[in-house]
T-cell receptor
Framework: GAVVSQHPSRVICKSGTSVKIECRSLDFQATTMFWYRQFPKQSLMLMATSNEGSKATYEQGVEKDKFLINHASLTLSTLTVTSAHPEDSSFYIC???????????FGDGTRLSIL | AQSVTQLGSHVSVSEGALVLLRCNYSSSVPPYLFWYVQYPNQGLQLLLKYTSAATLVKGINGFEAEFKKSETSFHLTKPSAHMSDAAEYFCAVQDDYKLSFGAGTTVTVRA
């Protein structure tokens, strides 16, 4: 159990395009979902935390208007990178958990490449 | 804030040899600690977690970790490395509701 599906796995698009990434918990209800960014050969950097039905909490330095997060249901959260530029190219990973004391389960990530 | 430090960014072992990955934590309260593994171009997979129930925690794929409060450590071990263990390993501590990750340790396995 505890499967998290992330889609798409890879996106290549032109500069200025907006890109939406979906994160779904397939077999459990996720009270909280997290979005991370990972640069090559580096650890995961938390971008934001989203709780179902409420606004996301962004980490310091993460632009809220650039990275729009929606958590409309207990099984789906989306990250939209608006007007993406080459510097937004990265590996984005989502995670989800059932409750506060439960471990996070991760999606397989999305490789975003902006040309 | 709670944090973890992984000692050694790269570990190389021979197939069949012991795998030892080091992680030290900094926490003012009993921590929740985790080890995750990441294969290339994939997300993270939970190997094991410590939540104060037992100091020796057994995980998947033959891995285990021991929580040592006196040493503030949570090192990950596997008695006999397999080629499929080649991956990136992250130690993490739960700080309030968030995970704080170490820098990661890359494991390579020599035939």
């Amino acid at each position: 159990g505890a499967v998290v599906s992330q889609h798409p796995s890879r996106v290549i698009c032109k500069s200025g395009t907006s890109v939406k990434i979906e994160c779904r918990s397939l077999d459990f209800q996720a009270t909280t979902m997290f979005w991370y960014r990972q640069f090559p050969k580096q650890s995961l950097m938390l971008m934001a935390t989203s709780n179902e039905g409420s606004k996301a909490t962004y980490e310091q330095g993460v632009e809220k208007d650039k990275f729009l997060i929606n958590h409309a249901s207990l099984t789906l959260s989306t990250l939209t990178v608006t007007s993406a530029h080459p510097e937004d190219s990265s590996f984005y990973i989502c995670s989800a958990r059932r409750g506060r004391d439960q471990p996070q389960h991760f999606g397989d990530g999305t490789r975003l490449s902006i040309l | 804030a709670q944090s973890v430090t992984q000692l050694g960014s790269h570990v190389s072992v021979s197939e069949g040899a012991l795998v030892l990955l080091r992680c030290n934590y900094s926490s003012s309260v009993p921590p929740y600690l985790f080890w995750y593994v990441q294969y290339p171009n994939q997300g993270l997979q939970l190997l094991l977690k410590y939540t104060s129930a037992a100091t020796l925690v057994k995980g998947i794929n033959g891995f285990e970790a021991e929580f040592k409060k006196s040493e503030t450590s949570f090192h990950l071990t596997k008695p006999s490395a397999h080629m499929s263990d080649a991956a990136e390993y992250f130690c993490a501590v739960q700080d309030d509701y968030k995970l704080s990750f170490g820098a990661g340790t890359t494991v390579t396995v020599r035939a």
